[in-house]
C-alpha cells in the first residue's frame, strides 16, 4: 500500500519543491517592500475628485501630508473641506489635525503642472508618495471622435503622467532612505480593449510601458512604480461617461456592477503601500492581472507562482469571453444598419 504510494508522493513533492525554488530564485531582484506613508508627503493629482479623493482622505488620516492637484479651484476648495471633515471623525480625541493643501494646475501643461509641484514641494517637503490619479474619458467609436478628442485624452492621461513624473522626481529621489512610490491610474480597460475605448485605452495601456521601463531606471533609489487597474468605478466621471457611451460599450463592459471609489482607494493604497507593481480592485481584477502579467516585473512571490499556475486556463476563459464579446457586437450591427435606412 504505501510502496505503491510512496513514489508518486515523493516525485510529485520533489518537483513542488524544485518549481518553489525556482521562482523564489527568479523573483529574488525585485523583492516586495513596505513604503510607509505616515508623516509623509503624498501628492495626488485628479485629487479634487472621484477616487483620487477618497485616497486623499484615507492618506490624511492615516498621518500623510497631502497635496491636491487639479484644475479647477472650486472644486478643490471643497475637496480640502471634505478630508478635514473625514480626518476630525476619524482621528477622534483631539489628534493631529488633517495637512491638506491644494494646488490649481492643468498636468497637460508642463509649466502649469511643475509650479504646482514646486509650491507643494515648498509648502510640505520632498515628495514620498506620487499619485497620479487624473484622468478622462471620451466614449465614442473611433470614427465618431475627432483628432481633437484623441489629442485630448492622449495628452491628459499619458503626457499629463509624464510632464508630472518629470516635474516631481527630483524632489521624489531627495527623499533619499525610505521608499517611495509612484503610483498610476491605468485601467481594466488598459488591459483588454473595449469597443468604444479606444483613445482610452491607447492612452492607458501606454501607462504600462512607461511604468516598466521606469522601475527599471528607478529601482537604484528605492522607488516603486505602481499601476492601478480599477474596473467601472462610481465616480463624477464615470457618471458623466454613462450618460453618453455607445450601447455596446455598455453592454461589453457592464458584465460586473460599479464599485465605489472608497473600495477602489482602499485597493489602491493597500498596493501602494505592498510596493506591488499591479495593484488590482477585486476578484476579477486579479484575474485579469494574473492573465495579463506579461514580461513585467513581479514583486511578489505568491503571485508570481499564481502567474505561471493559472494563465493558460485564463486565457481559456478569456477566448470564450472573446467570443461572447464578438458574437454581441456582430449581432448588434445590422440593428444600427437597418436604423440607419429607415431614416
Ligand atoms: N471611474 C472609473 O470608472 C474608472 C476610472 N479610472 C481612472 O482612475 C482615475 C480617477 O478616475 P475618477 O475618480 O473616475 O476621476 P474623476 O473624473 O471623478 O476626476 C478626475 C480628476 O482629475 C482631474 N483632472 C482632469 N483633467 C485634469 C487636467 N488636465 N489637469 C489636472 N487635473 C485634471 C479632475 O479635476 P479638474 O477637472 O478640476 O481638473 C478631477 O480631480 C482616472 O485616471 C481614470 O481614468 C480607471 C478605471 C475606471
Ligand atoms: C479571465 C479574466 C476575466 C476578466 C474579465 C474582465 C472584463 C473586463 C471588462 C473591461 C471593462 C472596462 C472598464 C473600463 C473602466 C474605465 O476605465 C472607465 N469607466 C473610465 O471612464
Not at 513533492?13 to 513604503?35: E, K, N, T
Not at 503624498?42 to 490624511?60: D, F, Q, W
Not at 492601478?228 to 462610481?234: A, C, E, L, R, S
Not at 463592459?253 to 480592485?281: E, P, Q, W
Request: glycine share 8%; proline share 4%; with cysteine.
Amino acid at each position: 500500500m504505501w510502496a505503491a504510494w510512496g513514489v508518486p508522493v515523493v516525485v510529485v513533492g520533489a518537483l513542488a519543491l524544485l518549481f518553489v525554488s525556482l521562482i523564489v530564485y527568479l523573483w529574488l531582484p525585485l523583492r516586495a517592500v513596505a513604503i510607509p506613508i505616515k508623516g509623509r508627503h503624498m501628492v495626488v493629482t485628479g485629487g479634487s475628485s472621484g477616487i483620487g479623493l477618497e485616497i486623499a482622505k484615507l492618506a490624511a488620516a492615516e498621518g500623510a501630508r497631502v497635496s491636491l492637484v487639479a484644475r479647477d479651484e472650486r472644486k478643490l476648495a471643497d475637496a480640502k473641506n471634505v478630508v478635514t471633515e473625514y480626518c476630525r471623525q476619524q482621528v477622534k480625541g483631539g489628534g493631529a489635525p488633517a495637512q491638506v493643501n491644494t494646488y490649481s494646475a492643468d498636468v497637460k501643461n508642463f509649466g502649469s503642472v511643475n509650479a504646482a509641484i514646486e509650491a507643494a514641494v515648498s509648502d510640505s517637503g520632498v515628495i514620498g508618495v506620487l499619485v497620479l490619479s487624473h484622468g478622462i474619458s471620451v466614449v465614442s467609436r473611433f470614427e465618431d471622435q475627432t483628432v481633437q478628442d484623441f489629442d485630448h485624452v492622449i495628452d491628459t492621461n499619458l503626457k499629463g503622467n509624464i510632464h508630472t513624473i518629470k516635474a516631481a522626481l527630483p524632489h521624489i529621489k531627495a527623499s533619499n532612505g525610505a521608499p517611495a512610490s509612484i503610483s498610476m491610474f491605468s485601467s481594466q480597460a488598459g488591459q483588454v480593449g473595449v469597443y468604444g475605448y479606444a483613445a482610452y485605452s491607447a492612452s492607458k495601456f501606454a501607462l504600462r510601458g512607461l511604468a516598466e521601463c521606469l522601475q527599471q531606471e528607478l529601482i537604484d533609489r528605492n522607488i516603486r512604480l505602481s499601476l492601478v487597474y480599477p474596473p467601472d468605478t462610481m465616480t463624477p466621471g464615470y457618471v458623466e461617461d454613462q450618460k453618453t457611451m455607445p450601447e455596446l460599450t455598455a453592454k461589453l463592459s457592464g458584465s460586473s456592477k460599479a464599485m465605489d471609489s472608497m473600495s477602489v482607494a482602499r485597493a489602491t493604497l493597500a498596493g501602494l503601500k505592498a510596493g506591488n507593481f499591479h495593484i488590482y480592485c477585486n476578484l476579477e481584477g486579479f484575474a485579469l492581472s494574473l492573465l495579463c502579467s506579461g514580461m513585467g516585473p513581479q514583486p511578489s512571490l505568491w503571485k508570481a507562482m499564481a502567474e505561471v499556475l493559472i494563465m493558460g486556463v485564463l486565457r481559456v476563459v478569456a477566448l470564450f469571453i472573446q467570443r461572447d464579446w464578438y458574437a454581441v457586437i456582430l449581432q448588434s450591427k445590422p440593428k444600427e444598419a437597418q436604423a440607419k435606412k429607415t431614416h
